[in-house]
DNA sequence: ACCTCGTCCTGGTTGC
DNA sequence: TGCAACCAGGACGAGG
């Protein structure tokens, strides 16, 4: 197990960013990786970061993004093991010196993550393409739900996965999402009721704040930019818990693959409803 | 349009 | 104890 950065644990990284950072000018970039910025020219990205100033760290889904005085943002996605931290460490793949002295290092063991430097109007229609409403904001609604799952056969936690659907789940708050709402993750999504539904839409929302408050989750060594831990493993109630007790109903978790994702589930409280058929 | 699968990548774990 | 095979999974592109 790595930390995965998911909603909660992207927005806890940009909570202990935006301080330290807003309103502090980048004097010095430095692009460790090629990969990172590809398919651009790391070099260019490097220069046209260096003496502009952070404005704001915002979040969108699980992308942090970096409004900069120019009108540019710097658009970051962790993926599986992207992270940030003040410390000096491994794998290091990016660093941003500051105008107050400190540096700030960008780590990511699988290289897997991106950074991406885009134009002001650039910026919307990139984000709307790759993502749907917030998940605690007010676009997201049971309505949307509905609608997005209604004409959709594939399994309904493959669906929770999909960004457009809704932004910010990932495998972890999926699968904790799927317990609190009793539903099975391999049920077709256009075969879920509407209370169903309805219940679904709470539980997203619950799974998430919850993970927020914990600051998310501390997996392995992974700690935030402040190099401190979350406790959202703590309070995982089917993640990575197979053989273990329900917590509501003390039947062993159970572990399958679900569109090539490890998936957890209690066969007792999230059944496949008698006469359905799993998707795929 | 939708769905599934392979790919990217590294380090920790498992199995012989 | 050594070492290779396997596993983890977010997003994306290919192919059905």
Known sequence: MSLVPELPEVE??????APRLEGRTL?????????LTRPH???????ELEGDRVLVVERRGKYLLFRLESGLALLV????????????????????????????????VRRFGTWLVLEADELEPY???????????????????????????????????D?????????????????????????????????????????IRTALQVGIERQG????????????SGSMQEEFRVYGRDGLPCPRCRAPIAKTRVSGR???????????????????
């Open 12 to 17: 806890t990284i940009r909570a202990q960013l």
């Open 27 to 35: 004097v010095r970039v430095e692009i460790l990786d090629p990969r």
């Open 41 to 47: 020219d790391l070099f260019e990205v490097a220069e």
């Open 77 to 108: 996605h962790l993926r599986m093991t992207g992270g940030f931290g003040f410390s000096p460490t491994s794998h290091e793949r990016a660093v941003l010196e500051l105008d107050d002295g400190s540096r700030l290092a960008y780590r990511d």
């Open 127 to 161: 984000l709307a393409a790759k993502n749907g409403p917030e998940p605690l904001g007010s676009r997201f609604t049971s309505a949307w739900l509905a609608g997005r799952l209604g004409h959709r056969r594939a399994p309904l936690k493959a669906v929770l996965l």
């Open 163 to 203: 960004q457009r659907v809704v932004a910010g789940l990932g495998n972890i708050y999926a699968d904790e999402a799927l317990w609190r709402a009793r539903l099975n993750p391999l049920r077709r999504a256009d075969d879920l009721a509407d209370d169903e539904v309805r219940r679904l839409h709470r539980v």
């Open 217 to 228: 989750s501390t997996l392995r060594d992974y700690t935030a930019p402040d190099g401190s």
């Open 262 to 280: 490890g998936s957890w589930f209690c066969p007792r409280c999230q059944p496949l409803p008698s006469g359905s058929t799993p998707s795929s």
